[in-house]
């Protein structure tokens, strides 16, 4: 069994990474002292609401995308990076740039540094620079709460005590793609490259240093159905509770430039998940949580062909309720969503398993 499950992960291995093609080499490019981009937004930071600052600061990009493993078969980020590593000087000044936007904005605040890749990887982000934008957050006393990217191999007990001891008592959380609780899910379906094993012990040693982590769990990798989907993200949410994460962040898949998941689509075997399939994991996600866990979504392109949709009617709708929701953690918001395109859903959840029709 194991044998023929590396067989078809090397199988994916190649297919993600034919698909990514030369696109790597025809990376824009950039001014290295911009962030690749920035935006605030209302959020909910603690127990109240602010704003939050995201910052995808413009690096290499992710080891596991530029390496021959390929990256996984939904990301397109490495496509925001720049060919050559800009300094660590110019990595703050990317950083101080996204700064402006909070200069009018009152506590509290959030920021969440992204880099298409992992915060805590030297090679991407240079020890010095780290250190130097976390010294600049901890300047200011606006901040509560920072969030921080980084995939399981580089979390360590020397990188997070530093982090700790720059940032004080502030909310910390490392955001980091679980995607699902399942090996198999994870290595076949998105190719991710590392285990429930290496998750569970970066938690263990985040938790060390009272930090907390923000678990994204993918709805709707390929070559699932839109019913073993469902399942599986509602599993990972479970599991995820019980280890003791702090924040799912649920991430409808969306349609991503030169990606395995393009292919397929393209073809037409394979459509992003249905919004009813989002709201009904957020539901099964805010019970099982039942107040520990903080629950977001916010649907990348959603209502659109690349991204979580439902019939086009209802999209809108349903979209700002999903952002209600992660703004207030309130599942009522969640009810009495309906329209005519429920029942296609429903179809398609009994249905899809039995025919192994994908529709367009
Ligand atoms: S999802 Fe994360 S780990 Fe996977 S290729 Fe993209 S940046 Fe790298
Ligand atoms: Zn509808």
Redesign the pocket.
């Known amino acids: 069994m194991e044998e023929s499950l590396s067989r078809i992960n090397e199988v994916i291995r190649q297919a993600t990474f034919q698909a990514r093609g030369s696109s790597l080499k025809q990376r824009k490019k950039r001014d290295p002292t911009r962030p690749s981009a920035r935006w605030t937004a209302s959020a909910r930071v603690g127990r109240e609401q602010g704003t939050a600052l995201a910052i995808v600061l413009s690096t290499i ?2 080891a ?2 530029r390496s021959d493993s390929g ?2 078969t ?2 397109s ?2 496509l925001d990076g720049v060919q050559e590593m800009p300094t660590s000087d110019q990595i703050v000044a990317q950083f101080k740039f996204a700064m402006k936007e909070l200069e009018m904005k009152r506590a509290p605040l959030s920021v969440k540094i992204y880099t ?3 915060f805590l990887d030297n090679e991407e982000i240079p020890m010095e620079a780290r250190s130097e934008i976390l010294r600049l957050i901890a300047e200011d006393e606006r901040i509560r709460e920072v969030i921080l990217e980084s ?1 399981p191999e580089y979390v360590s007990n020397s990188i997070l005590s530093s982090i700790r001891e720059l940032l004080g008592d502030r909310t910390i959380e490392i955001g980091m ?1 679980l995607e699902s609780v399942s090996d198999t899910v994870r290595t076949i379906c ?1 190719n ?2 590392f285990d429930l094993l290496m998750f569970k012990d970066a938690l263990k040693t985040a938790k060390n240093y009272n930090i907390g982590m923000r678990a994204y769990v993918l709805l709707k990798p390929p070559l699932l159905t839109e019913r073993d989907a469902l399942l599986d993200a509602i599993a990972t949410i479970q599991e995820a509770r019980r280890l003791g994460v702090t924040t799912i962040s649920l991430n409808p898949v969306n349609v991503q430039k030169d990606t395995l998941v393009e292919k397929l689509w393209t073809r037409g075997n394979y459509r992003p998940p249905w919004l009813w399939s989002v709201v009904e994991v957020l539901r099964e996600a805010s019970s099982i949580s039942d107040g520990w866990m903080k629950i977001v979504c916010d649907p990348v392109a959603g209502g659109k062909r690349r991204g979580a949709h439902n019939c086009g009617k209802c999209d809108t709708n349903i979209v700002e309720a999903i952002r209600q929701f992660s703004l207030s953690q309130n599942p009522t918001v969640l009810e009495h969503l309906t329209c005519d395109c429920i029942s296609q859903w429903e179809h398609t959840l009994n249905h899809e398993d039995f025919s192994l029709v994908v529709h367009r």
């Open positions: 990009g992710c596991h995308a990256g996984c939904m990301c980020y490495l298409s890749g992992s995939r793609g998105i991710k490259n």
